[in-house]
């Protein structure tokens, strides 16, 4: 129609006014079917877009089936262990046992949960709260809260083995390790069926709004950025990434070709302590429990400010290792000198140093 209406009007058949009326109508025509058009076009958009949302919350629900049974299993043969153990001690250990078959009611509980099906899938995939960039975090609970489990399982193990501790002490242990799992597990459901994201980088942000630009940094060295301190030079040769109860924080491998640093970087990189490590101390055991409460070292005596189990990621030069499992305890001396004790897998470490300012550091990235 439009040809048809340029061609009479270039022939002189059609007048300007004619001209006019007839691109009218047919604007009148055409725009309904434009308009459907977009609708359809943009409606396909936004149906692909929930498609593919639907597609991966599925993903992800499936995913933490599998991740809950395997949660379930765990936490039900350290119930059976428990039992057992409480059992096994004597009568006047009557209070002990009874805590430990509280704790073992209480894993109990929390196996059954993990182990439940998910009675309206529908219902959840629709509400579901979770984004695929919350993936890693999920990923990073599952880790810390089965690492967790069997960590209570080799210590419900070794209740009433250890010398210079007694039973009703290491049963409290045991119920303060299972309240641990019970506080990681109620933060992962958080994030997965309500979309509760860990705040504690945003809270301590608040409080150091002056410093962020600078403090940030600090989270985000690489391997091979240089870090002067104290005037000394210190090459990053390494960065640990720890996880718990819903925060990280960063631990860099620093050397000077003397020898090497530790430095310690809260979440928001506003809190940093500087450590350089120190042999192992008889004070120290191999074995240290949660009843770790005063260290004596180099004739100073330091006292217990936090008891965490966290899973790290290390990446060195030689690459990258996830999930593994330390305990790790900070202590303090009435000087403000710091006593850092870290067991591993296959060993335990030992770091003394001092917390730090922001501006005492200078960062040149490579």
């Known amino acids: 129609m439009l040809a048809w209406l340029l061609a009479n009007y270039a022939g002189k ?7 006019v009326c007839g691109l009218g109508l047919l604007v009148v025509l055409a725009m309904p079917l434009l308009l459907s058009g977009a609708y359809l076009i943009v409606r396909a958009r936004a149906e692909s877009r929930q498609a593919e949302s639907f597609t991966q919350s599925r993903a992800l629900l499936e995913a933490d089936g599998l991740a809950r049974q395997q949660l379930a299993g765990e936490l039900e043969q350290v119930v059976a262990r428990l039992n057992e153990t409480a059992q096994a001690l004597p009568l006047e250990e009557a209070a002990a046992k009874e805590k430990l078959l509280a704790a073992g009611e209480r894993l109990s509980a929390l196996a059954a949960n993990a182990r439940s099906a998910n009675r309206d899938e529908l219902a959840l995939l629709t509400s ?16 810390l809260i089965v690492e967790r489990a069997r960590q209570l399982s080799r210590q419900v193990s070794r209740l009433g083995k250890r010398s210079g501790t007694s039973i009703a002490a290491q ?9 641990s799992v019970e506080e990681a597990y109620q933060r992962r459901q958080d994030l997965l069926l309500r979309g509760q994201r860990p705040t504690a980088a ?27 301190c104290g005037g000394t030079n210190y090459l990053v040769q390494g960065k640990l990434t720890y996880f718990a109860n819903g925060r ?13 640093r530790w430095l310690q970087v809260s979440e928001a990189g506003a809190d940093l302590a500087f450590f350089e490590p120190v042999a192992a101390s008889s004070a120290v055991p191999s074995e240290a429990g949660n009843s770790l409460a005063v260290v004596q070292l180099e004739d100073e005596s330091f006292t217990l400010e936090e008891h965490e189990s966290a899973t790290v990621t290390v990446e060195t030069e030689g690459g990258t290792d996830s999930g593994v ?10 000087s403000k000198r710091l006593l850092w004790i870290e067991r591993w897998p296959e060993k335990t470490v030992t770091r003394t140093g001092r917390r730090i300012g922001v501006f005492d550091l200078q960062v040149f990235n490579r």
Do not use: C, M, N
């Open 13 to 19: 058949a059609l007048q300007l006014g004619g001209l």
């Open 128 to 143: 579901f709260a979770l984004s695929p960039r919350d993936a890693p975090t999920l990923q990073s609970y599952d880790t």
């Open 171 to 179: 049963a409290e242990e045991v119920a303060e390790a299972v309240e």
């Open 202 to 228: 945003a809270l301590e942000r608040l409080t150091v709004d002056p410093l962020i630009e600078e403090s940030g940094k600090l989270t985000r060295l690489s391997l091979g950025d240089v870090v002067a």
């Open 248 to 260: 990280r924080w960063y631990v860099y491998l620093l050397r000077d070709g003397q020898g090497e």
């Open 325 to 334: 499992f330390v305990e790790s305890w900070l202590l303090a001396s009435p």
